[in-house]
DNA sequence: GTTGGTTGGAACGATAGCGTTCCACTCATG
DNA sequence: CATGAGTGGAACGCTATCGTTCCAACCAAC
């Protein structure tokens, strides 16, 4: 029904100069839209203030993104929210750390940190933002259980421990520190908290 | 400079009969506002539709509170997010245990649970919501501190160990699962959580 | 050069919350 | 019974955002 172009059948030329998005708009919109959910939350997040940061008229939004929840949903897969595969690294103990790292890393820029702490008090309430980061919650899933299935194979778990509580050991207490109360983590940290996740995990 | 009630050198009389705050309205507002909290978010907060549920004028809620901030801060205080001390139960796991059933217990009111992560994502923009729940974060650590100590003194745990890192692991597990992931956490679950938070103890 | 579809920007009316002000009403006190 | 401070409720003007609509400017394709 929506034809994304001219898409007649007698389209007589495509879209062309002028008459085509400038990356630069979308780009500077989209820089703004997170710039400013980090500043004031997602609820009070007022499109037409995204547009005037971005130096871009409302129009120009409103064209791309029908609607608040849609923007959100069609930007947040774009962002670097996704931990990076670090693959085996020989070891639980190696494993865990990566985990970890990478985990502080996403959590160590303060614009995701507020997004993310948003994000997840605001889902209940839009289910649209459930959807949208469903993958990442399912990337996460999958790696942890990954690691645990290695660990099991080196001999280093028992085939008995529950999957989902070492999913909760493992970005739980870091995303308590860094999201929830404003904490640092450093290297000294880390390594505790490395050496603590592995003795509950052989413990669950 | 402010007078409290008719507190002039020739106070006629004191103020009553209907000239006298009515329990039962600051009590409608009181829950009208955590309900509403609840549904639509703290930023997205209007205390116009908070009166309106109470069935109250709006002066009757600005002759109380004088901004939402301020209403926050002097209600927080007076919901039950206070974990009830549960004393010494003679041992680390039992001590460990406790915490986390009252923790849960907390956690598990749909309402708390979506006003305290609200709570947590908007602490960074406004610094008066920060002082009102210190309180709490402080009791929970001080109540954490001493199940510490007194497993040191007992010689269950080394004096070595660091509590910052062992509060997190307390509840980040448990909150991360209650309040970020929706997830339910049955008798089964907490018991997993008191074998493995006490082994990460013990590795600490 | 002309064309044509899309652009960014500025305006619109509608809706909603804010914080204030005014007013009739209430009721224990004296 | 008369008093009067404090009440709850309705209205005010103001500001901001919403989503839409209109319009001149633009520029590769023909």
Same mark, same amino acid.
């Given at each position: 029904?929506?034809?994304n172009?001219?898409?007649?059948?007698?389209?007589?030329?495509?879209?062309?100069?002028?008459?085509?998005?400038?990356?630069?708009?979308?780009d500077?919109?989209?820089?703004?839209?997170?710039?400013?959910?980090?500043?004031?939350?997602?609820?009070?997040?007022?499109?037409?203030?995204?547009?005037?940061?971005?130096?871009?008229?409302?129009?120009?939004?409103?064209?791309?993104?029908?609607?608040?929840?849609?923007?959100?949903?069609?930007?947040?897969?774009?962002?670097?929210?996704?931990?990076?595969?670090?693959?085996?690294?020989?070891? $639980? /103990? #190696?494993? %865990? &750390?990566?985990?970890?790292? !990478?985990? *502080?890393?996403?959590?160590?820029?303060?614009?995701i =940190?507020? +997004?993310?702490?948003?994000?997840?008090?605001?889902?209940?309430?839009?289910?649209? $933002? /459930? #959807?949208? %980061? &469903?993958?990442?919650?399912? !990337?996460? *899933?999958?790696?942890?259980?990954?690691?645990?299935? =290695?660990a +099991?194979?080196?001999?280093?778990?028992?085939?008995?421990?529950?999957r989902?509580?070492?999913?909760?050991?493992?970005?739980?207490?870091?995303?308590?520190?860094?999201?929830?109360t404003a904490?640092?983590?450093?290297?000294?940290?880390?390594?505790r908290?490395?050496?603590?996740?592995?003795?509950?995990?052989?413990?669950?």
């Open positions: 029904m929506k034809r172009r001219s898409d007649d059948n007698h389209s007589p030329r495509r879209p062309s100069g002028a008459a085509v998005m400038r990356v630069q708009v979308t500077a919109l989209s820089r703004s839209f997170f710039s400013e959910w980090s500043r004031v939350g997602y609820a009070a997040l007022s499109l037409e203030r995204v547009a005037k940061a971005a130096g871009v008229g409302k129009a120009a939004l409103y064209r791309r993104w029908p609607s608040k929840a849609a923007m959100a949903s069609d930007l947040l897969p774009r962002v670097g929210l996704t931990l990076t595969d670090t693959g085996d690294k020989g070891s $639980l /103990e #190696a494993d %865990i &750390r990566a985990v970890l790292l !990478a985990f *502080r890393r996403v959590l160590r820029h303060r614009m =940190r507020r +997004i993310l702490a948003d994000l997840h008090a605001e889902i209940g309430r839009e289910p649209a $933002l /459930e #959807a949208a %980061i &469903r993958p990442f919650q399912q !990337a996460r *899933r999958d790696r942890v259980q990954l690691i645990v299935e =290695r +099991i194979a080196r001999g280093e778990l028992a085939p008995t421990v529950d989902e509580t070492i999913l909760d050991f493992l970005v739980g207490p870091l995303y308590w520190r860094l999201a929830v904490g640092c983590s450093d290297v000294t940290h880390i390594e908290l490395v050496r603590m996740t592995k003795a509950a995990m052989m413990a669950g």
